[in-house]
Antibody
Framework: QVHLVESGGGVVQPGRSLRLSCEASGFTFSRYAMDWVRQAPGKGLEWVAMIYYDGSNKYHAESVKGRFTVSRDNSQNTLFLQMNSLRAEDTAVYYC??????????????WGQGALVTVSP | EIVLTQSPATLSLSPGERATLSCRASQSVSYSLAWYQQRPGQAPRLLIYDASDRATGIPARFRGSGSGTDFTLTISSLESEDFAVYYCQQRTDWPRVSFGGGTKVEIK
């Protein structure tokens, strides 16, 4: 059974940093691309970042480019999101997502329970 | 950038009724469209991918259709657990994806 468990969320001041982790189990982690998707309180879904199965390529949304970095450790079945220079508008629940889609095929088939990040003075 | 517009924003229906949700893309996305369900306090769940393929474990009452710019998610007979928010998603600018604003299906 596929499980994705995020950790590392919390309250942080603007301008500070936070690192989210996502521990994966129940599937061969190293065979799948992984994404981060966030959801601000009461709002819709926003894609944040994606990393290839082997970590060779990484992509970030324009809203976080230069501040957030996605990475992974396949030996530990863990996905990371390093968030620097945090802003109030980064306040959201961050979901770790397994990406089973190919090019031109969105298919986020498993989601974690989410980690709440609150950026506040 | 392709924009997905979902309508209506809110759909008020009774259990047993049919729900028809729309997702319109600002330009063609071919069949590159997925649907997700999000119940209150829960993570989204994949329902449909490639416009019409049901994900593993999704009941047959959920049906996706459409191509190009116009897509529909139909729930043939609403059950209590179907009252939730539904999002469409496209990926034509690999690997970036975008989501529609959502449709809330509420109990009338």
């Amino acid at each position: 059974q596929v499980h994705l468990v995020e950790s590392g969320g919390g309250v942080v001041q603007p301008g500070r940093s936070l690192r989210l982790s996502c521990e994966a189990s129940g599937f061969t982690f190293s065979r799948y691309a992984m994404d981060w998707v966030r959801q601000a309180p009461g709002k819709g879904l926003e894609w944040v970042a994606m990393i290839y199965y082997d970590g060779s390529n990484k992509y970030h949304a324009e809203s976080v480019k230069g501040r957030f970095t996605v990475s992974r450790d396949n030996s530990q079945n863990t996905l990371f999101l390093q968030m620097n220079s945090l802003r109030a508008e980064d306040t959201a629940v961050y979901y770790c997502v397994r990406d089973s889609g190919g090019s031109n095929s969105p298919k986020f088939d498993y989601w974690g329970q989410g980690a709440l990040v609150t950026v506040s003075p | 950038e392709i924009v997905l517009t979902q309508s209506p924003a809110t759909l008020s229906l009774s259990p047993g009724e049919r729900a028809t949700l729309s997702c319109r893309a600002s330009q063609s996305v071919s069949y590159s469209l997925a649907w997700y369900q999000q119940r209150p306090g829960q993570a989204p769940r994949l329902l449909i991918y490639d416009a019409s393929d049901r994900a593993t474990g999704i009941p047959a009452r959920f049906r996706g259709s459409g191509s190009g710019t116009d897509f529909t998610l139909t729930i043939s007979s609403l059950e209590s657990e179907d009252f939730a928010v539904y999002y469409c998603q496209q990926r034509t600018d690999w690997p970036r994806v975008s989501f529609g604003g959502g449709t809330k299906v509420e109990i009338k």
